[in-house]
């Protein structure tokens, strides 16, 4: 009789622990002490509990203010920033390193410095609401069918955002559905605005990992770019659904997935040629390295003079691929230079605007 016990003890904590082990732990940054207080982050927690997170929340305010530490930030599986947060108080996530797969909501009005957790400069053109009286005020279009993140949706499709254009009281805060950037870094483009010349007017975007931004620092997990209205939440469509998830499934699958490039150690240094080359204004470098030390990818012009840095860090063996973009170079010849230990690959690359 002992044993038996002891056999369902043994059991019974063996579950336990699997149970720890398995648990995925999502963070809602919001603008709000308690998230029970916002509507839409309110949904937006139950939209992660329902698929299996457990959940929790950071105010953007203690975050900005570094009442949250990198350690336990860096814990969670999955960050999502809520649209109701203030982009310039996201900047933690920078200066962790983007080491969390993560999802931003939030799309800052121009003039805002800090819009878009600093991935691209503030420009004339294009980052902020569509106002709700535009005709196209909750419709996108997919740009790219073929990717994970449009959800199955076929290139060219036309959806609506929400179910119910009344959705947002115009004079409860919000001044439109759909947010925009325009992209000036490596972002793979997965929707637009509805509207002529829409197609530079990103409302869904992805970045890879190893992408390095505007400042150069470089993504150490995927970001998904999900420019809505945090109050529609409550009326999203099946269609804004499904991308949502598939946002979620592609950010956190980026972990796997760099695991598993890693896991087959190359047996020789190489550094392949960019990818495109001549490029405008990004292009992805794929480099091997057979032991773990420390590397460096830099970019040099003609007169040998350094113009970027792409990677500088402690890396373990393995194939990677990062992509850069060339956004603040003029036309002309560069190049690219790997450095591991002892030694040494360059490669010539074009830069044509």
């Not at 937006?44 to 929790?56: H, I, P, R, S």
């Not at 790219?144 to 009344?166: C, F, K, Y």
């Not at 490039?261 to 550094?271: A, C, G, H, K, R």
């Not at 420390?294 to 373990?316: C, H, P």
Request: proline share 3%; aromatic share 10%.
């Amino acid at each position: 009789m002992v044993r038996k016990y002891l056999v369902i003890f043994i059991l019974l904590i063996s579950c336990q622990t699997l149970f720890a082990q398995t648990t995925k732990r999502a963070a809602i940054i919001s603008v709000k002490d308690d998230i029970s207080e916002h509507s839409g982050d309110t949904t937006l927690k139950n939209k992660l509990v329902a698929l299996g997170y457990e959940v929790v929340s950071y105010r953007d305010g203690d975050l900005d203010a570094g009442k949250v530490g990198e350690t336990e930030f860096n814990s969670n599986d999955l960050i999502v920033a809520s649209e109701s947060v203030s982009s310039s108080k996201l900047r933690k996530i920078l200066s962790y390193g983007f080491a969390v797969p993560t999802i931003n909501m939030e799309p800052a009005s121009v003039g805002n410095s800090h819009h878009k957790l600093e991935l691209i400069s503030t420009v004339a053109t294009g980052n902020g609401w569509l106002p709700m009286d535009d005709e196209n005020a909750y419709k996108i279009k997919i740009l790219d069918g073929e990717h994970p993140l449009a959800a199955g949706l076929s290139t060219g499709t036309v959806i609506d955002l929400v179910s119910d254009p009344n959705v947002i009281d115009e004079d409860n805060f919000a001044t439109g559905y759909i947010g925009w950037m325009v992209d000036e870094i490596g972002v793979i483009p997965i929707a637009s605005l509805n509207t002529p010349g829409g197609d530079t007017s990103l409302v869904i975007s992805g970045i890879e990992i190893g992408t390095a931004n505007m400042h150069g620092d470089l993504f150490k997990a995927r970001y998904v770019q999900f420019n809505v209205n945090a109050f529609t939440i409550n009326a999203w469509t099946t269609e804004t659904e499904s991308l949502f998830e598939a946002a979620i499934e592609w950010v956190v699958a980026g972990v796997t997935d760099v695991e598993e490039t890693n896991s087959n150690i190359p047996e020789e240094f190489s550094l392949s040629q960019n990818y495109p080359n001549p490029f405008n204004p990004s292009t992805t470098f794929n480099f091997s390295i057979p032991n773990s030390g420390f590397v460096t990818l830099a970019i040099y012009n003609s007169l040998g003079e350094k113009v970027a840095d792409v990677v500088n860090e402690a890396m373990q063996a393995g194939n990677y691929n990062f992509n850069w973009s060339a956004n603040k170079l003029s036309t002309g010849i560069y190049f690219a230079r790997l450095i591991a230990g002892d030694k040494i690959q360059i490669k010539k690359i074009m830069l044509l605007k």
